[in-house]
């Protein structure tokens, strides 16, 4: 049986009441969060941190298709079990970002019809709601996933996939952030790129044409959502600010200055903003 890999992060000697999960987007892993998330739990202790690898992703691997938002979201339904003590940990926020934004909203759908019972906080990191038939804002993404479609079988290791990457015009950062998904094959010393990107694209193209605004337009039980958005980001336009903003239940903010990946640029204010939201 494929099993998810979800790892938690507490306080120090803390014991969490309840669980804030946390969806990296495509082509990353749950370890992208780990930082904010001990930054989160030491603040607020009675909260818990989950860093799920979704499905394809880091120690994820090996789920059946087909590869959508809702199978990703409903993998982290079927894991919770392990974490929630019976319902007596239950999760109570969600949050996710790019790709990781989309599904979160789905599992707050799922989770509203799961023993767990709805979620009273969800967050959205620069992800539409909406279907995004344009690919706005995600053009460098999809380069890299139709780029990373040509990778030779295997590499003599981490550092010749970082060159190549770079060969094709992708930038040193973005290269080796990439070479975390490189491992060792055992018993060779070759090193191959471990995820599956055909699978990976299909789940992309099914984030694009999703449309969950009906989900945030009528919220589980008291769950309310916060969409933030990086002011230097093309990935919700005004349209989609102005539709969130319209919903009773549903804030929205605008960090000037961060592009795209909101927590490495304006880590800080993410963290007041979150801390803001889990305290209701």
Same mark, same amino acid.
């Given at each position: 049986?494929?099993?998810?890999?979800?790892?938690?992060?507490?306080?120090?000697?803390?014991?969490?009441?309840?669980?804030?999960?946390?969806l990296h987007g495509i082509l990353?892993?749950?370890?992208?969060?780990?930082?904010?998330?001990? $930054?989160?739990?030491? /603040?607020? *202790? @009675?909260?818990? #941190?989950?860093?799920?690898?979704?499905?394809?992703? +880091?120690?994820?691997?090996?789920?059946?298709?087909p590869h959508t938002v809702e199978?990703?979201?409903?993998?982290?339904?079927?894991?919770?079990?392990?974490?929630?003590?019976?319902?007596?940990?239950?999760?109570?926020?969600?949050?996710?970002?790019?790709?990781?934004?989309?599904?979160?909203?789905?599992?707050?759908?799922?989770?509203?019809?799961?023993?767990?019972?709805?979620?009273?906080?969800?967050?959205?990191?620069?992800?539409?709601?909406?279907?995004?038939?344009?690919?706005?804002?995600?053009?460098?993404?999809?380069?890299?996933?139709?780029?990373?479609? $040509?990778?030779?079988? /295997?590499? *003599? @290791?981490?550092? #010749?996939?970082?060159?190549?990457?770079?060969?094709? +015009?992708?930038?040193?950062?973005?290269a080796m952030w990439l070479a975390?998904?490189?491992?060792?094959?055992?018993?060779?010393?070759?090193?191959?790129?471990?995820?599956?990107?055909?699978?990976?694209?299909?789940?992309?193209?099914?984030?694009?044409?999703?449309?969950?605004?009906?989900?945030?337009?009528?919220?589980?039980?008291?769950?309310?959502?916060?969409?933030?958005?990086?002011?230097?980001?093309?990935?919700?336009?005004?349209?989609?600010?102005?539709?969130?903003?319209?919903?009773?239940?549903?804030?929205?903010?605008?960090?000037?200055?961060?592009?795209?990946?909101?927590?490495?640029?304006? *880590? @800080?204010?993410?963290?007041?903003?979150?801390?803001?939201?889990?305290? +209701?």
């Amino acid at each position: 049986m494929t099993t998810l890999a979800v790892a938690p992060v507490t306080a120090t000697d803390a014991v969490p009441t309840r669980w804030l999960v946390f969806l990296h987007g495509i082509l990353g892993s749950g370890a992208n969060w780990r930082t904010f998330a001990r $930054q989160i739990v030491a /603040a607020r *202790p @009675d909260w818990g #941190a989950l860093l799920v690898d979704l499905r394809l992703h +880091g120690d994820s691997q090996g789920f059946a298709p087909p590869h959508t938002v809702e199978a990703a979201a409903r993998d982290i339904v079927e894991a919770l079990p392990r974490f929630t003590d019976g319902g007596r940990v239950p999760v109570r926020g969600v949050l996710g970002h790019s790709f990781g934004g989309k599904v979160g909203i789905e599992l707050a759908h799922q989770l509203a019809a799961s023993p767990n019972g709805p979620s009273d906080t969800l967050v959205v990191v620069d992800s539409t709601p909406g279907p995004r038939p344009d690919f706005r804002g995600s053009s460098g993404v999809r380069h890299i996933v139709e780029l990373l479609t $040509q990778l030779p079988e /295997a590499f *003599p @290791d981490r550092n #010749a996939f970082t060159a190549w990457a770079e060969e094709r +015009g992708v930038n040193r950062p973005t290269a080796m952030w990439l070479a975390m998904n490189v491992r060792p094959v055992p018993n060779t010393t070759r090193f191959e790129f471990r995820l599956d990107i055909p699978s990976i694209r299909a789940m992309m193209d099914d984030y694009f044409v999703r449309d969950l605004w009906p989900v945030l337009e009528a919220p589980a039980g008291s769950m309310k959502t916060h969409l933030v958005a990086g002011g230097d980001s093309e990935v919700l336009d005004a349209a989609d600010l102005a539709r969130g903003r319209a919903l009773p239940r549903m804030t929205v903010d605008v960090i000037p200055k961060a592009g795209h990946w909101v927590h490495v640029d304006a *880590p @800080d204010t993410l963290r007041e903003l979150v801390l803001g939201y889990l305290d +209701g």
